[in-house]
């Protein structure tokens, strides 16, 4: 092999494991090590905000890697049709690098989590092996939630929602009590419809792959009404947390992002709503690019709210 294959060999692994989509879930695990820190009772600030959440940030990301791989595996009929382009229809990676790719970054984000261990505790380690299995519930038969409708959305809002978020949590502090359950729910209910955005770009692979996704079972208009509430009712339960002494960050904080965040959903609803047949004309509709916009300012101000 050349310098030159050997090269294009290692892009295609890049590509396979989709670098873009792993900034949310390191953002997100430090995001929630960050409240974590500023959340009553304080913690000590340099070892609890850098190590572990920095290994713990790792972790999110090589996961998200093995899942990307994992997905495209069981996808290849479907990307075939919808992103020939890709390196396993493309043919650059065969199935078997896939497999080695997903074995090899499933085992490191496990053996990193197990390295994130405050006070000895290993929560972090068991939420994240409970995140491994629902990826596989997603992606891999016989379950394969992906093909079920709103199960898929579930599974992924599971894992890279309320999980995650605990997980970040458990960076720093213990997960028994009520607060890291309460922001990781409000991030589950945001991607149990916002994750749907991916779907109607790639209706006409997943009808032929037998994938049932809400756009294919409801049609583009009522699907778009249908997950149009996630994008806002979530956001409402910021002010709500604050005001019931649930979140302990800065209060006139929290609500300036419960505001801020209601505010673009709706905004989001709008750009969805005011022409819903363009979400399954465009490659990549405006509003797919919002929800992870939407996910890194709600990440960023749950940091700043309890971080000052």
Same mark, same amino acid.
């Given at each position: 092999m050349t310098?030159?294959?050997?090269?294009?060999?290692?892009?295609?692994?890049? %590509? /396979?494991?989709?670098?873009f989509t792993l900034i949310a879930p390191a953002l997100g695990m430090a995001s929630g090590a %960050?409240?974590?820190?500023?959340?009553?009772?304080? =913690?000590p600030w340099l070892w609890m905000l850098v190590v572990y959440p920095a290994i713990g940030a790792l972790?999110?990301?090589?996961?998200? %890697?093995?899942?990307?791989?994992?997905?495209?595996?069981?996808?290849?009929?479907? &990307?075939?049709?919808?992103?020939?382009?890709?390196?396993?229809?493309?043919?650059?990676?065969?199935?078997?690098?896939?497999?080695?790719?997903?074995?090899?970054?499933?085992?490191?984000?496990?053996? /990193?989590a197990w390295?994130?261990?405050?006070?000895?505790?290993?929560?972090?380690?068991? /939420?994240v092996l409970g995140a491994v299995v629902a990826t596989f519930i997603y992606s891999a038969p016989p379950l394969r939630t992906k093909a079920r409708g709103l199960w898929a959305n579930i599974t992924i809002a599971i894992p890279r929602g309320t999980l995650l978020k605990v997980a970040g949590w458990s960076a720093v502090k213990p997960i028994t009590g009520l607060e890291p359950w309460y922001i990781g729910l409000i991030f589950g209910l945001f991607l149990l419809g916002a994750?749907?955005?991916? &779907? @109607?770009?790639?209706? =006409?692979? &997943?009808?032929?792959?037998?994938?049932?996704?809400?756009?294919?079972?409801?049609?583009?208009?009522?699907?778009?009404?249908?997950? $149009?509430? $996630?994008?806002?009712?979530? @956001?409402? /339960?910021?002010?709500?947390?604050?005001?019931?002494?649930?979140?302990?960050?800065?209060?006139?904080?929290?609500?300036?992002?419960?505001?801020?965040?209601?505010?673009?959903?709706v905004y989001v609803c709008y750009l969805m709503l005011r022409r819903p047949e363009d979400l399954a004309v465009e490659a990549n509709h405006v509003s797919w690019a919002h929800m992870y916009r939407m996910m890194f300012v709600a990440q960023i101000g749950f940091a700043l709210a309890y971080l000052l």
């Open positions: 310098p030159g294959d050997r090269a294009s060999r290692w892009r295609a692994y890049i %590509a /396979l494991g989709r670098p %960050a409240t974590a820190v500023g959340a009553h009772p304080p =913690e972790m999110a990301a090589v996961l998200n %890697a093995g899942n990307n791989a994992l997905n495209q595996i069981y996808d290849l009929d479907i &990307d075939r049709v919808n992103k020939p382009k890709r390196p396993l229809p493309s043919g650059r990676l065969t199935v078997r690098d896939a497999w080695v790719f997903t074995v090899i970054t499933y085992v490191a984000a496990l053996v /990193l390295l994130v261990m405050p006070g000895g505790r290993h929560g972090c380690f068991w /939420l994750s749907t955005t991916k &779907d @109607f770009a790639d209706m =006409e692979g &997943d009808r032929q792959g037998g994938c049932r996704t809400l756009p294919l079972i409801y049609g583009v208009r009522r699907a778009a009404w249908i997950i $149009s509430p $996630s994008f806002v009712v979530p @956001f409402l /339960l910021i002010p709500i947390g604050a005001w019931t002494g649930i979140l302990t960050g800065h209060f006139w904080l929290l609500q300036a992002l419960g505001a801020v965040m209601t505010i673009y959903g």
